[in-house]
């Protein structure tokens, strides 16, 4: 009998880990110490697994359920291994008998008296899901295809297919799904304010992390980018973990050295220091005030602030983005980096898809537009409005804007440029610029 291989089995531990502490699975690679002591070939299969089971897990719900007795209940650490499995079986170029006997093996280890119920619903998934799923990819292939078979195909809800449908039509849609489905890339940002581009590839290089030049200024992909946490260049940040769409979306903002810049939306701070690293390659530095609703972020990005070098010309400010007080004054740039559902992300955060509600994009277009009204207030005549979000979806993203534009708060701002940005291998994000009379 062969038993389940040390790499399927720390994706399983790490699988369950992330189900009981609701964790993000990325975080939990990087911090596994089990995973650091297998085999490179190995690291490789267990992250795969791990991110591709928690992207794809309603529709590997969905496949394990539909082979169950009416109310039958799964233990969970045995549901846990019927997922990577499933996952395995339909989404990987294993052969179905090894991901069969794999997963028996899987359930085996948590669950002995399970592993007959394992056998039987593995292969039924081998012979009739997979079938299912190679009829979909074909139909989509084809660009004969509806939301029900986008959804199968990638493994995402059927409902944000729809609205990915709706939102980018069919070629579109179908480059947003398989782009999800796919592991992300690992791109970083120079922090141009302390280093030149050829200086941190130089860094990068020596660290061992086969920097390749992005498409954007400064911006890098990296061939080996486990060798970047033993850096130190992350810690002192002269480089930035950045996805080179947002990279894109910050030096489209265009800050001009001196420049008043209000950037509503810090986070951890990655777009204040490339604004900063984008006014200083053309002169010096712009004066930022950044704006987070939450407290704890704010403190941790003011600290970010003073290693990156920027701490003298950028203020942290903790309030409410839909309350932006007079007293701040009007600002050259208003730059709104929006929260937003995140779909253009879900290759990089693959707990996304799941976790939505079809209600999130309309809710969290009210709460855009609240944002955005409340920034365009603080442009002045003839200053710049630039809106970005990390969604794919049109509500979060021009129906935002055009909601601007019709009301009040968007009296005499002029849309002068609005595009999603389309990198191999990146994030999706939407940017627009406008500008005020």
């Known amino acids: 009998m062969a038993r389940a291989t040390p790499a399927r089995l720390a994706a399983l531990s790490l699988l369950s880990e992330r189900r009981r502490r609701d964790a ?16 490179e070939r190995d690291r490789a299969l267990v992250s795969r697994l791990a991110l591709g089971a928690t992207a794809a897990v309603g529709e590997l719900d969905r496949a394990i359920d539909s082979h169950l007795r009416r109310g039958a209940r799964l233990e969970p650490r045995v549901r846990d291994a019927l997922r990577l499995a499933a996952f395995e079986l339909l989404y990987l170029d294993t052969r179905p008998d090894v991901c069969v006997s794999q997963g028996v093996e899987l359930v085996r280890a948590v669950s002995p008296r399970a592993a007959g119920l394992a056998n039987a619903v593995l292969r039924r998934v081998a012979d009739e ?6 009829e979909a990819r074909r139909r989509v292939l084809a660009r004969s295809f509806d939301a029900a078979d986008l959804a199968r195909a990638h493994a995402l809800p059927e409902w944000l297919c729809e609205r990915a449908l709706e939102s980018l039509g069919d070629d579109g849609a179908a480059e947003w799904a398989a782009r999800a489905s ?6 970083v940002a120079a922090n141009r304010v302390r280093h030149t581009s050829e200086e941190v590839a130089a860094l990068l290089s020596a660290a061992g992390c086969v920097p390749v030049p992005g498409p954007v200024p400064g911006s890098f992909s990296l061939g080996e980018p486990a060798r970047l946490a033993r850096s130190g260049l992350v810690e002192r940040a002269d480089v930035l973990p950045c996805d080179v769409s947002a990279q894109e979306v910050a030096l489209a903002c265009c800050p001009a050295p001196g420049e008043r810049v209000l ?37 941790l990005a003011s600290q970010r602030m003073e290693a990156a070098g920027v701490a003298g010309h ?60 409340s920034a365009a207030a603080r442009v002045r005549p003839g200053g710049r409005l630039v809106y970005a979000t990390c969604s794919i979806l049109a509500e979060e993203d021009e129906g935002v804007v055009e909601a601007l ?10 849309l002068e440029e609005a595009h999603r940005t389309g990198w191999p291998h990146a994030d999706g994000h939407f940017l627009a610029r406008l500008r005020r009379a």
Request: one cysteine or more; charged letters at 25%.
């Open 24 to 39: 993000r699975m990325r975080d939990l690679l990087r911090g596994s110490a089990e995973l650091s002591e297998l085999p």
């Open 129 to 134: 899901d997979a079938a299912a799923l190679a």
């Open 182 to 187: 796919e592991p992300a890339g690992a791109w």
């Open 263 to 299: 950037e509503v939306g810090q986070g951890r701070g990655t777009k204040t220091i490339l604004l900063e690293g984008a006014a200083h390659v053309v002169g010096g530095p712009c004066e930022i005030v950044a704006v987070e609703v939450s407290a704890r972020k704010s403190a």
């Open 314 to 373: 950028v203020r942290c400010l903790a309030a409410d983005a839909r309350r932006l007080e007079d007293s701040l004054g009007e600002f050259d740039l208003v730059f709104v980096d929006a929260p937003c559902t995140g779909t253009g992300t879900i290759a990089r955060h693959p707990e996304i898809a799941w976790s939505l509600a079809p209600s999130a994009p309309d809710e969290l277009a009210a709460l855009q537009l609240e944002i955005l009204a």
């Open 405 to 414: 534009l019709a009301s009040p708060a968007g009296s005499g701002l002029k």
